[in-house]
């Protein structure tokens, strides 16, 4: 296994994750608003249903599946941010610059102080090794 691809194949999925879960939760608003069951209070996406109305299984389903999805999105990035904070607060930016802001290797340069492109694939390199 290649421990390098790795890290930054998982550093890349973070932007990723976050457009993810932006569909998602827009996905169960959307849910929400046309099939959630009538006279229902305030949804609780974490507890099923309970109600003395008839509600439609498939719609409680669906919806428990977005909240199930929502929560795996979102603990693979707090997941990526735990493993980013255990860096140097520099690295860290680097890798944040790099992978998930996709800034262009310029821009990077120029936020971290470095002159060089050459240096800054230097310190990326040194900084994506830590998280192996």
Known sequence: INYFDAAENTLRSRSMLEKALK????????????????????????????????????????IAEVAREINRTKD??????????????????????????????????EQVNYASRTSIYDLRNKAVYQLE
Do not use: F
């Open 23 to 62: 569909n998602l939760m827009r996905r169960q608003e959307r849910i929400m608003r046309h099939n959630a069951p009538s006279g229902y209070p305030s949804l609780d996406t974490s507890k099923p249903y309970t109600s003395t109305k008839s509600v439609n299984a498939e719609d409680c389903i669906e």
């Open 76 to 109: 693979k990035i707090d997941e990526i941010d735990s493993v980013l904070q255990q860096l140097d607060p520099q690295d860290a930016e680097l890798l944040r610059l790099w992978y998930i802001e996709r800034k262009s290797k310029e821009e990077i340069a």
